[in-house]
Nanobody, 121 residues
Framework: QVQLVESGGGLVQAGGSLRLSCLAS????????MGWYRQAPGKQRELVAT???????NYADSVKGRFTISRDNAKKTMYLQMSSLKPEDTAVYYC???????????????WGQGTQVTVSS
C-alpha cells in the first residue's frame, strides 16, 4: 500500500528554521503533483505550497519568501524548508501527493498523517 510519512516537525522559536520531509513508499509507478498543507487549531486546512512533476512551484502568499518546497524524485521525497518562522505558522503540516500505482489506473490522491510544527514567540 502507498504511504506518505512526514517528519521534521517540532518546536522552534520565532525566527528559526525547520525542514520537513515527506517520504512516499509502497507500490508506486509514478508521482505527479505534490504539496504541503497545514491546519491550525480551529481553522480549515490550507495550502502552503505545491510542486509539480516538472518542479514548478506555487506558494501561499503568507509563506512566500520564507518557505521553499522541493522534491527528489529518485528518493520519492518532498521537502519544505521553512525559515523566518512566525507563531502564526504553528499548525499540523500535511503532505499530499497524486500517485499512480499502475499504468491502467488514474492518479489517486494520498495524504500523510501530519507533523506538528510549533513556533514560540
Amino acid at each position: 500500500q502507498v504511504q506518505l510519512v512526514e517528519s521534521g516537525g517540532g518546536l522552534v522559536q520565532a525566527g528559526g528554521s525547520l525542514r520537513l520531509s515527506c517520504l512516499a513508499s509502497g507500490r508506486i509507478l509514478g508521482i505527479d503533483d505534490m504539496g504541503w498543507y497545514r491546519q491550525a487549531p480551529g481553522k480549515q486546512r490550507e495550502l502552503v505550497a505545491t510542486i509539480t512533476g516538472g518542479a514548478s512551484t506555487n506558494y501561499a502568499d503568507s509563506v512566500k519568501g520564507r518557505f521553499t518546497i522541493s522534491r527528489d524524485n529518485a528518493k520519492k521525497t518532498m521537502y519544505l524548508q521553512m525559515s523566518s518562522l512566525k507563531p502564526e505558522d504553528t499548525a499540523v503540516y500535511y503532505c499530499n501527493a497524486a500517485i499512480r500505482v499502475t499504468w491502467y489506473e488514474p492518479l489517486s490522491e494520498y495524504w500523510g498523517q501530519g507533523t506538528q510544527v510549533t513556533v514560540s514567540s
